[in-house]
Nanobody, 124 residues
Framework: QVQLVESGGGLVQAGGSLRLSCAAS????????MGWFRQAPGKEREFVIA????????YYADSVKGRFTISKDNAKNTVYLQMNSLKPDDTAVYYCAAGRGPLATMSRLSYAYWGPGTQVTVSS
């Protein structure tokens, strides 16, 4: 069993930055890739960014490439989402997810565990 809890969401002005954290318990960092997804009202949950367990591979959604980055600290059992140059379209609930294996993917089906989400609102 893996438990994930996101934190760091909030209200930020367009062009600003925010860093989300995802604290994991269980075997997540021993076995799993980690990813971030987001869901805006009325929209499907969409892939944002993911990192392999090794950290050697990072996948980005085109919409966030160059603005967002993912990192993890295995000692703290925490994964981070650094969001820069935020846009109003980035407004969503952001979810941390742990994959079913060590390889990063962009598919929701590849993630077995999900946090409850944290709201990010970007004002214009």
């Amino acid at each position: 069993q893996v438990q994930l809890v996101e934190s760091g969401g909030g209200l930020v002005q367009a062009g600003g930055s925010l860093r989300l954290s995802c604290a994991a318990s269980g075997r997540t960092f021993s076995n799993y890739a980690m990813g971030w997804f987001r869901q805006a009202p009325g929209k499907e949950r969409e892939f944002v960014i993911a990192i392999s367990w090794s950290g050697g591979t990072i996948y980005y959604a085109d919409s966030v490439k160059g603005r967002f980055t993912i990192s993890k600290d295995n000692a703290k059992n925490t994964v981070y989402l650094q969001m820069n140059s935020l846009k109003p379209d980035d407004t969503a609930v952001y979810y941390c997810a742990a994959g079913r294996g060590p390889l990063a993917t962009m598919s929701r089906l590849s993630y077995a565990y999900w946090g409850p989400g944290t709201q990010v609102t970007v004002s214009s």
